[in-house]
């Protein structure tokens, strides 16, 4: 699997949009980029994952760039409760299964 | 929904003694994960079943450490004996369709060894 590289902290304003970046230079074709985050105390939580395209769901936008090699995370109007680590994975079907959770960067929504 | 249901939450026991915990998926979900959390290594993958059967256990750490799946619902992860140094939180995930799918996490266990 892909190794990624995120910053370690990053903070953000309530109400503001929080972007989230993460390199995945070594990435190849058929492996997708997935984020969790992990709430203090609770286990990870699945966000959202794409492959090529631009993702969007309930809970965040996943932006990939045309390359592949880096992708952003934007949550449009973060709040207190979306402070927590956030971990961008990169996985393959023909990988290790073992994923690298990496140590995230740690955001911080403050008021 | 119920999502992967932990237990117990907390547990606090002596070096020496034997530790069990255990895990149930999501219902309908075809692979499980341990992971073990500590400061110092972050998120560890320990081990991981499809279908019920062991697929990838090198992150396991030592003979001490041993999981099963007797079943689709439930699965166990048992230290005998167990050490300070295995004091952590062990999450269990669980997914649909493989290694590659989003993983559904627990709430953990937060396992202490005096």
């Known amino acids: 699997d892909a190794k990624t590289t995120q910053p370690p902290s990053m903070d953000c304003a309530e109400g503001r949009a929080a972007n989230l970046p993460c390199n995945h230079s070594t990435i190849s074709g058929n492996e997708y980029v997935y984020w969790y985050r992990q709430i203090h105390s609770q ?21 990939i760039t045309e390359d592949r090699k880096s992708s952003t995370l934007i949550l449009p109007h ?27 960067t740690s955001l911080i929504v403050h008021p | 929904d119920a999502g992967v249901i932990q237990s117990p939450r907390h547990e606090v026991t002596e070096m020496g003694q034997e530790v069990t915990l255990r895990c149930k998926p999501i219902s309908g979900h075809n692979s499980l994960f341990w992971y073990r959390q500590t400061m110092m290594r972050g998120l560890e993958l320990l081990i991981y079943f499809n279908n019920n059967v062991p697929i990838d256990d090198s992150g396991m750490p030592e003979d001490r450490f041993s999981a099963k ?29 493989g290694a590659v799918q989003p993983q559904h996490f627990g709430d953990g266990t937060r396992l202490s060894i005096l």
Do not use: W
């Not at chain 1, 709040?79 to 956030?86: F, S």
């Not at chain 2, 167990?82 to 369709?97: K, L």
């Open chain 1, 43 to 63: 286990g990870p939580q699945y966000i959202i994952h794409g492959l090529k395209n631009n993702e969007t769901n309930e809970m965040a936008s996943l932006i």
């Open chain 1, 78 to 104: 973060a709040t207190l409760r979306d402070t927590a680590v956030y971990y961008c994975i990169v996985r393959g079907p023909g990988g290790s299964y073992i994923p690298t959770f990496g140590r995230g």
């Open chain 2, 69 to 97: 799946m007797p079943n689709a619902s439930f699965s166990t992860l048992k230290i005998q004996p167990s050490e300070p140094r295995d004091s952590a939180v062990y999450f269990c995930a669980s997914s649909f369709g």
